[in-house]
């Protein structure tokens, strides 16, 4: 049962069932990528089925739109959707102004794009991913593989006037190949260390032609539920200031724990 889960794996279950509950019926909701957004996936699958939840769901991946189908849940476009009431998603780092690096999994662009056309943006992510400073991760920046070495080499000239510890940069791979996003594109990963000001290497990033769009997320989330190894749950707003600590109970969750060890 839960005892089977790594901490890491309980905290990211807990920050998932937490924002499961802002879920409600009649919602379009997004749906981010990763594996603590697949955890999401899973808690309303099980409303779904069992409760009766009507949503109508934005994946931001096709792997996150064949667990939602897999879930039982109703998957839409975004521009059917056109807007949604809440974007829940993962995130590799997050600081203390709830500014993200994202795209560990290759899917930004779409999660920066369903995010940005939601009514609020929520982040889950277990306490690991919580940082003084962005850039210990490596930022992912998607470029178009049409002259993607002469791209590599300018983002690396753009970053010797940013306020940055690292330079280095590294083309992302899926075993032998370059990895391909859902749109065809590459992944270049910055290895920064540190980023001094996230909001002026975004834009200048976004600026460079062959850049489609960079992990940084900057004014874009407006809560994170953290999860903890033990359960404990804490729900940061960015508007209101406030923390609220909850705890989830593994025992109640026999039935999805059940399910995994199929
Ligand atoms: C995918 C993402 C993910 O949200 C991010 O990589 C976190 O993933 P995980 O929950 O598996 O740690 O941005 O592009």
């Given at each position: 049962m839960s005892s089977e889960l790594s901490p890491i794996d309980k905290a990211k279950f807990a920050a998932a069932k937490r924002a499961a509950a802002l879920v409600e019926s009649g919602m379009r909701a997004g749906l981010g990528t990763g594996s603590t957004a697949a955890w999401l996936g899973r808690c309303p699958g099980e409303r779904v089925r069992n409760d009766g939840?009507?949503?109508?769901?934005?994946?931001?991946?096709?792997?996150?739109?064949?667990?939602?189908?897999s879930e039982g849940i109703e998957v839409i476009a975004l521009d059917e959707a056109k807007w949604l009431d809440l974007t829940i998603d993962?995130?590799?780092?997050?600081?203390?102004h709830l500014n993200l690096i994202k795209g560990g999994g290759g899917a930004l662009l779409q999660e920066k794009i369903v995010a940005t056309a939601s009514d609020q943006m929520v982040v889950i992510a277990d306490v690991g991913k919580k940082v003084e400073t962005l850039g210990a991760f490596p930022l992912p920046i998607e470029v178009i593989p049409f002259g993607l070495q002469t791209t590599q080499k300018l983002v690396e000239e753009a970053l010797v006037s940013m306020d940055v510890l690292g330079r280095e940069t590294?083309?992302?791979?899926?075993?032998?190949?370059?990895f391909a996003t859902d749109e065809g594109n590459r992944?270049?990963?910055?290895?920064?260390?540190?980023?001094?000001?996230?909001?002026?290497?975004?834009?200048?990033?976004?600026?460079?032609?062959?850049?489609?769009?960079?992990g940084l997320f900057i004014d874009i989330?407006?809560?994170?539920?953290?999860?903890?190894?033990?359960?404990k749950v804490e729900v940061r707003d960015i508007d209101s200031g406030t923390v609220e600590n909850s705890q989830v109970d593994f025992a109640e969750e026999s039935n999805l724990f059940a399910d995994l060890a199929d």
């Open positions: 939840l009507k949503i109508k769901a934005v994946p931001t991946s096709t792997a996150t739109a064949e667990l939602a189908r993962g995130a590799d780092e997050f600081d203390g590294s083309l992302r791979m899926d075993g032998a190949t370059p992944i270049i990963d910055l290895h920064l260390k540190r980023i001094g000001d996230a909001r002026q290497l975004a834009l200048t990033l976004n600026q460079m032609p062959g850049v489609v769009e960079n989330c407006d809560r994170v539920i953290i999860g903890f190894g033990d359960g």
